[in-house]
């Protein structure tokens, strides 16, 4: 079974311009969450969807992220325009709902965004 | 807020050494989870264990041990007689036990393991 898987690994930008992550959770994962971890901090949570729907979208940073989870399947993070703060490791993470009760979360490989 | 402090920057041992890495943790929910995750060379965070806070029995798998201990906010991490290959970064999280996902998590900063042959 294909795990978490994220595109593309690295991304390098210039600033303003505009890029978007792509993120193919584990098939039939109901729960979608988004993670940035900028260099050497912790990671920090952005937002999950539930299905399409955005459960919780407390940690996005600001209006130039947006997050779309189209059909509930595979999801997307576009950031525009880029600032030089953007730069991190963006983690995608699914989980499956068994018994109301949601399964650890899986993660991807992480996509590197280098804003230059 | 929740909170996770993960002390140890980088740690570096010789293979079959044993090493404990340190998490101390803060949350104001009576009821949470914790996590330890690893992340090797290929980026992807792997999933170590989840720990309930009411269940404070340790755990042990394989040459993984795990330390909690509610009094002390702690919830450390030992490898015993490490090798190559546990060569990671190491993290530690805590979720809240609030809703039905797992997936919300707090994390530490990352402990950088390296393993010498």
């Known amino acids: 079974e294909a795990g978490v898987t994220q595109f593309p690994s690295h991304s390098v930008i210039e600033k303003g311009q505009t890029v978007t992550l792509r993120c193919d959770p584990i098939?039939?994962?109901?729960?979608l969450y988004w993670y940035r971890r900028v260099m050497g901090k912790e990671i920090k949570f952005l937002l999950h969807f539930v299905k399409e729907s955005k459960q919780d979208e407390s940690g996005m940073p600001n209006n130039r992220f947006l997050a779309e989870r189209t059909g509930g399947t595979y999801s997307t993070l576009k950031v525009q325009p880029a600032e030089l703060e953007d730069s991190g490791v963006y983690f995608c993470a699914s989980s499956q709902v068994e018994g109301g009760k949601s399964t650890e979360a899986f993660f991807g490989q992480g996509t590197r965004l280098t804003v230059v | 807020a929740q909170k996770v402090t993960q002390a140890q920057t980088e740690i570096s041992v010789v293979e079959k050494e044993d090493v404990t890495l340190d998490c101390v943790y803060e949350?104001?929910?009576?009821?949470?989870?914790l996590f330890w995750y690893k992340q090797p060379p290929s980026g992807e965070l792997v999933f170590l264990i989840r720990r309930n806070s009411f269940d404070e029995q340790n755990e042990i798998s394989g040459r993984y041990s795990w330390n909690f201990q509610k009094s002390t906010s702690s919830f450390n991490f030992t490898i015993t007689a490490s090798q190559v290959v546990d060569s990671a970064v190491y993290f530690c999280a805590v979720g809240d036990a609030g809703g039905t996902s797992y997936g919300k998590l707090t994390f530490g900063q990352g402990t950088i393991l390296t393993v010498h042959p």
């Open positions: 949350t104001r929910d009576t009821t949470y989870y």
């Open positions: 098939s039939g994962h109901d729960n």
